[in-house]
């Protein structure tokens, strides 16, 4: 704030500007003002509910919302010791179960530099998309900019896919986490993309499991720390294959995959064959598809091993063989 409050001196012809010292001085005594580090993210629905349970003067209120809390916890502890029980298992079959958990970064802007009017102007986004192997904690960093391609879910499809084609044929199980973000992550064109994985790979099955939000703690949020961390070292970045360079020396455990336009993929051709929408998907917790059921969609609203998949034929109504491109 001092070197604005120099280069604002300098740019208003302002003579003698105050030391840093005075400044300082000023700023702490003078003004209602400090820096102090965000909270914690906290979950939505815990906070909407225990300002129920606190200020309600309803008391069917304020019960219903203890039991709706603990029914919200319960589903999170679950989704946790899900997570950790998915880990054990790739360590133990890694030769063909892959368990990753993935999301999107936030935009990184270019240029990024000293220059305080540059925070003024348009600015070019470069996306960084994240896939962290659970059992060896390896990342995958697929990286490209808002000229090449958009973020939405069929860009997150195309990443997945190109991670899912450098793996060994014997991966047979792909077991992925994410978070409940319905443009990203949960809707039918991420469903197309893994369906369209497991008829063209070497992959059987592919179970797809959402954690709580707001509870949703996953590996990569560590990664983009590190990240955060390698980019206060980089003073400048002038292009967006500078910021490819600062995520690749954050960790020697990090693979920067550099996109290009043609490695995204569009399944509208898929439309003509598959259903546009899946009914309750908001509520759904695990979707499961496999290479011997192409156009079943096996799907519960819980993590719990136990219930029973719900099974739903993807196709639309129409006859003839299943063609399809992608």
């Known amino acids: 704030m001092y070197n604005l409050y120099l280069q604002y001196c300098q740019e208003n012809n302002i003579q003698n500007p105050v030391k840093e010292s005075f400044y300082r001085f000023i700023f702490t005594t003078q003004f209602n003002l400090r820096f102090k580090r965000p909270h914690t993210d906290t979950c939505t629905i815990c906070d909407i509910l225990e300002n129920k349970i606190n200020n309600d003067n309803n008391p069917e209120v304020v019960n219903d919302s203890k039991i709706q809390k603990e029914i919200h916890l319960r589903k999170a502890e679950q989704a946790r010791s899900a997570k950790k029980d998915v880990k054990k ?11 990753i958990c993935f999301d999107l970064e936030k935009t990184l802007s270019t240029p990024v530099l000293t220059c305080s009017k540059v925070f003024y102007l348009r600015q070019l986004w470069t996306y960084n998309f994240a896939i962290h192997n659970l059992a060896n904690d390896q990342a995958s960093m697929f990286m490209w900019h808002e000229g090449e391609a958009s973020r939405g879910s069929q860009e997150i499809g195309s990443c997945l896919l190109r991670y899912v084609q450098q793996l060994p044929n014997s991966v047979e199980h792909i ?26 790979t070497s992959i059987c099955r592919i179970d797809h499991k959402f954690l709580i939000s707001g509870h949703s703690y996953m590996e990569f949020d560590q990664d983009f720390g590190l990240i955060e961390k390698s980019k206060k070292k980089n003073q400048y970045v002038f292009v967006p294959d500078d910021w490819s360079k600062i995520v690749a020396q954050a960790s020697r455990k990090f693979t920067v995959v550099r996109m290009r336009n043609e490695d995204f993929l569009s399944v509208e051709q898929m439309k003509k064959e598959i259903k546009d929408s899946i009914p309750g998907i908001r509520n759904i917790q695990w979707f499961r598809l496999e290479k011997d ?30 063609k399809y491109a992608i």
Not at 182 to 194: E, L
């Open 175 to 200: 077991i992925a986490f994410s978070d409940n973000a319905g443009g990203q992550n949960k809707n039918n064109n991420i469903i197309k993309f893994w369906r369209h994985i497991a008829q063209t």
């Open 89 to 99: 298992l790739d360590k133990d079959n890694p030769n063909t179960v892959n368990a």
């Open 293 to 322: 059921k192409p156009n079943i969609l096996q799907y519960k609203n819980t993590l719990n091993e136990e219930m029973d998949f719900v099974h739903f034929d993807l196709r639309k109504q129409k006859k003839g063989p299943s």
